[in-house]
């Protein structure tokens, strides 16, 4: 996975830089100067390039230059269906994450692989949530009024191009 970050002063008499890796990151900043030879502290880092879902991740946990090499360490470490967790969690539902001691798995999300909430209607009544309705009556049921229904608690959205439904809990 490659990733292309710049690192953007906060001081306007400073050159901004390129990186690729934390330990990339860690050697430029620590040594980074303004036109005046005085070290640069403060970065607003901005991602140039990467895997979409990556993208989406870095946006939903508002990464900065305090956590940025937490956050490429953990995006080699993570599986795609924990950043969607987290995607959802952190920048749909609104939890708190702290990428240096929290688990993709922490929070009370339920995520659904369907496109819309129309298909997920369809799935509940498959799958009993709605008691054993025979297939003959089943064909007649409203599949428009209980996707609306399952609107109050239920959330589409779209995902490094995939559509989801989810809910918080």
Known sequence: MTFTFHATPFDISAAGFYFSSADEYRKKSANHLNEYYEIV??????????????????????????????FIEKCEEWEDHEKYNIIIAAGECGYDFD????????????????????DLAYQFVDEGLFGDIPMNIACYLDYDAIARDLGVDYT??????????????
Not at 62 to 70: A, G, K, L
Not at 99 to 118: A, E, G
Not at 156 to 169: A, K
């Open 41 to 70: 502290e403060e970065f607003e880092i901005q991602p140039i390039d990467g895997e979409t879902l990556d993208l989406e991740l870095f946006k939903a946990l508002s990464i900065n230059q305090s956590n940025i090499c937490t």
């Open 99 to 118: 990428i240096d001691t929290d688990s993709p798995y922490d929070f009370d999300i339920d995520i659904y692989d369907v496109d819309n909430l129309k």
């Open 156 to 169: 589409e959205t779209v995902i490094n191009g995939q559509s989801i439904v989810y809910r918080c809990s």
